[in-house]
């Protein structure tokens, strides 16, 4: 029966796995033979599972998915698309009532072959593989280091003469198939080439092979024996000439005993094109599974509905695509194909024309065409009658209540936690950040930055199955779970920081009764910490959960406490931990001032918002004073590092606390040629470095610019080398038109900055006086942007008297304002 020319024996389809010429050859082969049983590549545990195939929510790409019991993490996937010949064959079976059954080596001994693993995921196997089945996991035994593993599709590709194994196969199968009307032919040749590679090099490098190969006759021989010699099996190609080996069944037994085995658990999941292709790092054996998908179901004029696809995505990304465009890229293709000798156009010859007559020339809209249509975000569907662990029911039940359907195609969701539904989606996806699911990462909002809205980046993986499994452990719910997960990562957090970070974890997904245990952990670790930078790294995500309690409804009172503690601890520590630091040490410790100094500004800052009183509000002011008196110490020592001196007058300047003279003393001071250049160097780094935006203070402040530059000339030349590059490190971050500002004012010499000498040469923009008229030139964008409310006097406008006295009272000279050269009429431009 194997070779359909009147043999017996069983009939052996041997396939490549997701191959969509295996796949209709396998079809019409069993539509020929009308086998009683059909044997698949797959492991055992599934047969329960195969009714669910039928069922009308199940949408390929999906995978078997075995993990161990009581340890998920251990897993294997063996992935089916719509285009696999084994589901293919799943499908036949179903449909003509014909058992199924799956006879590789059982995922219980494959996943404790893995011990030493650390995850169930398989190494992926060789590019083009005609045999390797999807479900081995990297935990099978391994190989002798000194055995060469072939890749049989590049063997049988080299030996007809062709350099790329992708384009043999698709020009010896896909192309051609049962063209002669022999649905058995194709089986045959390929089963001969097979044979002929397997006497050439035995295993080929795949020992593990063997023992597959013997569960495999067993399992054959039981089937023969149930349902005789009329019996189908579906398998790799590199498998039948093992299959066809006639050996004992002793000599069977032999190879499986004493294989190690787990409990394991099996169940369907979904899957993605894009898990199916090399590209994203798992090896399915195949670079295209949208192209091979597209051959599978079209059912003729392949590169015609190709290509009318390509042109409906390029038209949705605005490009111009006509169908003269498809007309004369089908017929590029074809001619490429005709001039190689190829018996039709394949996607090296569709890529082509589609680059020269739909891309014109560019790589670019080809990429997108590459990743949406050549690889694909499809992403499969399952029944919800699936196996599945409690978590996966209570996630499936979250999903469909808030509406959030998983996607493969990543996409960006906006939340506003006002709304009752974003928020509750805000708290699952937080949830599920803490126990280790990735399904949506949090990226900047756009247009607002305040504590009511969110934005996620969302991009469902099938690895996440596992994930949600190995969660299964902490609970049968994701709060439960999340709970659970958040006060064992309390008890095991390592550093006072992990616990203030898990703090604000818990209430980002709300988490009450996790909350309290992280709190007194919380408490425990600060009072026994005396490492300032500890203190330093905690006390950024403490405070900003404070800010959370609003929006979200969450109590922090013992987080401000903790808050205000923790402040007082740093500033008490502070100035004699940044004493004789190293440089690599000074500049770590900077950063912490920097997180420390952005702390203390949000601990205060919604009571003055909303205009609190009492003591709790006049308290944390205290906080910000007393915090201003520790930079003002830092500022002084000479102890201290010169970028920590130098980035505490900064922060001073910035606060109001010390005025422009004070601050133009003290680089005075520090510039002077009695302070060595080094540490010089280092201060002026710390005070206009780092994007602070330190480049446009040196612009709007003749006198700090004067400073550095008569500093910067006056440097020996000896020493001039050791801070060149701290110099350059400094403002070379500066925004170029910054820079370009800051080189025309150097390059205008000392004593022509200013407005009044702008004003005697007669440079467009400049006057002695502000001019109130062109400044209410933005009056109508700021109605725009703020609202009549906000911006109407009693008048129903804006007095122009208020941008007068906010000149005024800043202090500055009305000229500071265009001391960049800047014409009036930039201001206006910005405005429209």
Excluded at 243 to 253: E, G, I, W, Y
Excluded at 315 to 336: G, M, Q
Excluded at 711 to 731: E, I, K, N, S, Y
Aim: glycine share 12%; aromatic share 4%; hydrophobic share 40%.
């Amino acid at each position: 029966m194997s070779d359909r020319d009147g043999g017996t024996g069983p009939l052996l389809l041997g396939v490549r796995h997701h191959g969509p010429g295996s796949a209709r050859a396998v079809r019409a082969a069993l539509e020929a033979a009308g086998p009683r049983t059909v044997l698949i590549e797959g492991p055992p545990e599934a047969d329960a599972l195969i009714a669910l195939a039928a069922d009308e929510d199940m949408r390929p790409p999906v995978a078997l998915l075995a993990h161990v019991v009581d340890e998920s993490g251990r897993s294997a996937f063996w992935p089916l698309a719509e285009f696999s010949p084994e589901w293919v064959a799943v499908r036949w079976a179903l449909e003509h009532g014909v058992p199924a059954r799956f006879i590789d080596l059982p995922a219980a001994h494959t996943l404790a072959w893995g011990r030493e693993e650390t995850t169930g995921e398989k190494e992926p196997p060789e590019e083009g593989t005609a045999d390797k089945g999807e479900g081995e996991p990297g935990g099978l035994p391994s190989e002798p280091a000194e055995a060469v593993r072939i890749d049989p599709l590049a063997v049988l590709a080299e030996t007809a003469g062709y350099d790329d194994a992708e384009r043999w196969w698709e020009d010896v199968i896909e192309h051609r198939g049962a063209r002669d009307g022999d649905a058995f032919a194709p089986f045959e040749v390929l089963g001969e080439a097979m044979g002929a590679l397997r006497e050439a090099f035995g295993t080929g490098g795949h020992e593990r092979d063997l023992v597959r190969e013997a569960y495999m006759r067993l399992q054959v021989r039981a089937a023969q024996r149930e349902f005789g010699d009329d019996v189908a099996v579906v398998c790799g190609a590199w498998h039948v000439p093992a299959l066809r080996q006639r050996t004992t069944v002793a000599a069977d037994r032999a190879l499986l005993k004493g294989l190690p085995k787990v409990k394991a658990d099996m169940t369907w999941v979904p899957w993605t094109h894009r898990r199916l292709s090399r590209v994203s790092g798992y090896g399915a054996g195949i670079d295209s599974p949208g192209w091979y998908g597209h051959l599978f179901v079209a059912a003729d004029r392949p590169i015609e509905r190709w290509m009318t696809k390509v042109a409906r995505l390029l038209r949705d990304e605005d490009r111009p695509v006509s169908s003269a465009h498809v007309i004369e890229a089908v017929r590029l293709a074809d001619t490429l194909a005709a001039m190689r000798g190829r018996p039709l156009p394949g996607l090296t010859e569709t890529t082509d024309a589609v680059r020269a007559v739909m891309c014109e020339g560019s790589d670019v809209p080809l990429s997108l065409v590459h990743d949406r249509l050549v690889v694909g975000d499809v992403l499969g569907e399952v029944p919800a009658a699936a196996p599945a662990v409690p978590l996966q029911r209570d996630l499936d039940r979250l999903q469909r209540r808030l509406r959030l359907k998983p996607e493969a195609q990543e996409r960006e969701l906006e939340l506003d936690l006002r709304k009752e539904n974003d928020a509750g989606r805000s708290r699952l996806l937080h949830r599920l950040r803490l126990l280790g699911i990735e399904w949506g990462e949090p990226t900047a909002s756009r247009g607002s930055t305040g504590t009511f809205r969110e934005t996620w980046r969302l991009r469902w993986e099938p690895e996440l199955a596992v994930r949600v499994a190995e969660a299964g452990v902490w609970g049968t719910t994701v709060l439960a779970a999340a709970t659970a997960k958040a006060e064992a990562d309390a008890i095991g957090a390592r550093s006072l920081a992990d616990v203030t970070g898990l703090a604000e974890r818990c209430l980002l997904a709300e988490l009450p009764d996790a909350l309290p245990v992280v709190m007194r952990i919380l408490a425990d670790r600060a009072a026994l910490d005396a490492d300032v930078g500890h203190l330093a790294q905690a006390l950024p995500a403490l405070v900003r959960s404070l800010r959370y309690g609003d929006v979200r409804g969450t109590g922090t009172e013992a987080l401000a406490e903790v808050a205000a503690g923790l402040a007082e601890r740093v500033f008490v520590g502070l100035p004699p931990a940044c004493a004789a630091l190293d440089a690599d040490a000074a500049e770590e410790m900077r950063g912490h001032v920097d997180a420390v100094h952005g702390a203390v500004g949000l601990l205060g800052e919604g009571e003055e918002e909303e205009g609190g009183h009492g003591e709790d509000s006049a308290s944390r002011a205290g906080i910000r004073g007393r915090w201003h008196g520790v930079l003002r110490t830092l500022s002084g020592r000479d102890t201290v590092p010169g970028v920590v001196r130098g980035r505490a007058v900064r922060l001073l300047l910035d606060d109001g606390a010390l005025g422009q003279e004070e601050a133009a003393r003290l680089m005075g001071l520090v510039l002077s040629p009695g302070t060595e250049p080094a540490d010089a160097a280092a201060w002026i780094e710390g005070f206009v470095g780092g994007g602070s935006g330190g480049g446009m203070l040196l612009v709007h402040d003749e006198r700090l610019l004067g400073l550095v530059d008569a500093w910067l000339t006056g440097v020996p030349g000896d020493a001039f080398t050791d801070v060149l590059p701290l110099l350059r490190r400094t403002f070379s971050a500066y925004e170029p038109g910054v820079r370009r500002t800051l080189g025309e004012l150097v390059r205008r010499g000392p004593g022509t900055r200013g407005a009044a000498t702008a004003t005697a040469a007669g440079i467009p923009g400049f006057a002695p006086d502000l001019d109130t008229a062109r400044a209410d030139g933005v009056l109508p964008v700021l109605r725009l942007l703020l609202g009549p409310d906000e911006t109407a006097g009693a008048d129903g406008a804006v007095g122009s008297s208020t941008v007068g006295s906010s000149a005024d009272d800043n202090g500055a000279d009305d000229s500071s304002s265009n001391d960049n050269g800047a014409d009036d009429n930039d201001l206006v431009g910005v405005g429209r």
